[in-house]
């Protein structure tokens, strides 16, 4: 079934997203981002992005690696239209909720999705999320400490702030933190929506 989240961004409001999205400074901003997490892992030859609207994020990641294999997962039937205008490997016209898993990928990242999920169904999402993935998971999101719930454009159970990467580091013992960093809305070169990204790895059989 699905969520009044899932709703909400398959929608008219998920439509009208789809323009915020259309601009050069998002890209480059992103490419800025992109470089300094994936300069801290290795051997990604693969990558899975959950939520990806219209693939700005993988637009970035391309011009940082033509070579890189690229999917993506979106729940909006406009977003996807865009997305096959990429050279993408795959695209699933899916809720996260929906998807299932038919191989693992070097390397699958969120970026502002988690915030927007129904906090009921995290426990599934991080479930996904780690059987997606070979060897990386990187969360991009709003942190806080303790969950919190943020009205977001006059409505409420739309935005969900906590602490992602702590969580899916506990329920997956073998998770290791690589990496993190904050990228600041007044950033004079480079600026994101004040979000914080986490790097995950898979430790076992180390």
């Known amino acids: 079934m699905k969520t009044v989240q899932d709703n909400f961004w398959m929608g008219e409001f998920g439509n009208k997203y789809i323009p915020r ?7 480059s901003s992103s490419i800025s981002m992109y470089s ?3 300069a801290k892992t290795r051997g990604v030859n693969s990558i899975l992005e959950f939520g990806a609207n219209i693939g700005v994020n993988l637009i970035a990641i391309q ?3 033509s070579n890189i294999e690229l999917s993506a997962l979106e729940i909006n039937a406009i977003a996807v239209k865009e997305l096959k205008k990429l050279s993408l490997k795959k695209i699933y016209h899916a809720s996260l909720f929906d998807y299932k898993v038919d191989y693992q990928r070097d390397f699958v990242f969120t970026r502002g999705v988690l915030i927007h999920l129904n906090p009921d169904r995290l426990q599934d999402t991080y479930q996904v999320l780690y059987e997606s993935s070979k060897r990386y998971i990187c969360l991009t999101e709003y942190y806080n400490p303790v969950p919190v719930m943020i ?3 006059g409505q409420n159970d739309r935005l969900f702030k906590r602490d992602f990467a702590g969580e899916l580091m506990d329920k997956y013992k073998d998770l290791k933190l690589v990496d993190y960093g904050f990228v ?3 950033d004079s070169n480079f600026p994101q929506d004040d979000v914080t990204w986490f790097l995950l790895e898979k430790t076992k059989g180390e």
């Open 36 to 38: 300094k997490i994936l």
């Open 151 to 153: 009205p977001y454009h």
């Open 21 to 27: 999205n259309q601009n050069q400074q998002l890209i």
């Open 184 to 186: 600041y809305h007044r």
């Open 63 to 65: 011009q940082l690696f």
